[in-house]
């Protein structure tokens, strides 16, 4: 499976897929086809991007 690390990121985050995708601007299930093949350099900062900017709003609550 593609991107397994950062589906891992998601799930230990404790985030859902369409919180993710909504943070990017996306769809979730434009998030889900993104998943489904090796992410570029971009793509992969952006989804990276909104996990960190996810998670640290979780901790600041």
């Known amino acids: 499976m593609n991107n397994q690390e950062i589906r891992h990121e998601i ?16 769809s979730d ?3 889900s086809v993104w998943l489904r093949t090796p992410l570029n350099s971009d ?3 952006r989804v990276e991007q909104a996990i960190k900017e996810l998670s640290e ?3 600041e609550k």
């Open 43 to 45: 793509r992969k900062k």
């Open 29 to 31: 299930g434009r998030l």
């Open 11 to 26: 799930k230990v985050k404790r985030l859902r897929y369409w919180e993710v995708a909504n943070k990017i601007g996306i």
């Open 57 to 59: 709003s979780i901790t």
